[in-house]
């Protein structure tokens, strides 16, 4: 399998109702998947946690078949290139591509992104596009947001961020625009336990289901990580979203693109299981209801298009506790930081080892 090559659906996604009813079934096992016992979680024979697929039963490999995999080379060039062309220090290996035979165009690509990349990902995120008010985020339609100063351009440095903030200094409180409904929010309580997404790019406006077009260009060293890596990707939009350990996305479907160019979802942080569905309440045969339930870590990158593209699907939870120990103390750790930054990041010590963030890049427009 070669993931340079769009599987396409020629069945337009303007031929999807945006507002449509997820199936009963989806739903039942995304509430399933929430209230389990973490215990009884880690011993689900139905989750598949893919970098352990040596430990998988006959059955659950033919489940989950080896699809070729992205080289090393194309890794490790597509990742210095991200970094403005600074040499990666951890050694890159290939990256194994799954396919899974129920669900035609789902793919995962495990560890796909090296720990220092994640670290750079997460930062770029994280400090600079947080801090751009040209990049939507749920609070702005709530809150006055009192953004830092815009950055300068120097490659690797965040000199733009609410991490170098006091967590709770009275000048970088969030004013509501209906004070009379809503309190202010002072920045710890903004960043860790109100902040739920940003869009990058092309602005999705979640009430209306739909893009704003043009309307922010995309990151250009995200777009040269990702189509260094899926060269039939040309990103025009990024929904990034920032989950905290009791947090989920219901079930939906991604079909508001007036494109059927594949898409490519990125995890870093703490893991998360991602289910998706095919088939109806009450269907038979190739319509019969059928669920899928993966277990994503950080670095993975799960890549849909075809039939896949269009599916149901959902992260039903985030597992505390699991953060890799490269990102576990972030902003601690952030590249370029100069002295005070670094000083300024102690504070925020451990952000990132309650979170998990998800970006979905896709194509919008054809």
């Known amino acids: 399998m070669d993931l340079s090559t769009d599987t396409i659906d020629r069945r337009s996604s303007v031929h999807h109702d945006t507002h449509a009813t997820p199936p009963h079934f989806i739903q039942k096992e995304h509430w399933r998947y929430q209230s389990m016992?973490?215990?009884?979680?880690?011993?689900?024979?139905?989750?598949?946690?893919?970098?352990?697929?040596?430990?998988?039963?006959?059955?659950?490999?033919?489940v989950w078949r080896p699809a070729g995999s992205i080289s090393s080379t194309r890794i490790q060039a597509a990742c210095e290139a991200y970094a403005g062309g600074q040499a990666l220090e951890t050694r890159v290996e290939d990256a194994q591509i799954y396919e899974n035979r129920d669900f035609p165009g789902l793919s995962v690509v495990c560890g796909l992104l090296p720990p220092e990349t994640q670290v750079l990902f997460t930062s770029c995120l994280m400090h600079r596009d947080l801090a751009?008010?040209?990049?939507?985020?749920?609070l702005q339609a709530?809150?006055?947001i009192?953004?830092?100063?815009?950055?300068?351009?120097?490659?690797?440095?965040f000199d733009s961020s609410f991490f170098t903030r006091e967590r709770s200094a009275p000048e970088d409180t969030l004013v509501p625009h209906s004070p009379d409904k809503m309190?202010?929010?002072n920045n710890e309580q903004a960043l860790?336990?109100?902040l739920r997404w940003l869009t990058l790019g092309e602005q999705y406006d979640?009430?209306?289901?739909?893009?704003?077009?043009h309307a922010t260009p995309f990151p250009a060293d995200l777009s040269t990580l990702v189509t260094g890596l899926f060269p039939h990707i040309r990103p025009e939009s990024g929904v990034v979203l920032i989950y905290s350990a009791k947090d989920f996305m219901p079930v939906h479907r991604d079909v508001s693109e007036q494109c059927q160019r594949a898409l490519a979802s990125f995890s870093v942080g703490c893991d998360g299981i991602f289910?998706?569905?095919r088939g109806d309440d009450d269907g038979q045969g190739e319509n019969a209801p059928r669920t899928v339930a993966i277990r994503v870590k950080s670095g993975d990158c799960v890549h849909l298009t075809g039939e896949a593209r269009w599916a149901w699907h959902a992260m039903a939870r985030t597992i505390p506790s699991t953060c890799p120990p490269h990102l576990a103390s972030w902003p601690v750790g952030t590249p370029g930081a100069t002295p005070s930054e670094k000083k300024a990041y102690k504070k925020w010590t451990g952000y990132m080892g309650t979170k998990r963030i998800n970006v979905s890049c896709r194509q919008v427009w054809d």
């Open 206 to 213: 979640w009430p209306t289901r739909s893009y704003a077009k």
């Open 37 to 62: 016992r973490k215990a009884d979680l880690e011993n689900d024979p139905n989750v598949y946690d893919l970098s352990r697929r040596e430990d998988f039963t006959e059955v659950q490999k033919a």
């Open 192 to 194: 860790y336990t109100k």
């Open 275 to 277: 289910i998706m569905a």
């Open 142 to 144: 709530d809150y006055q």
């Open 183 to 185: 309190k202010p929010l």
């Open 132 to 138: 751009d008010p040209s990049h939507k985020i749920n």
């Open 146 to 157: 009192p953004y830092p100063e815009k950055p300068t351009s120097q490659p690797l440095h």
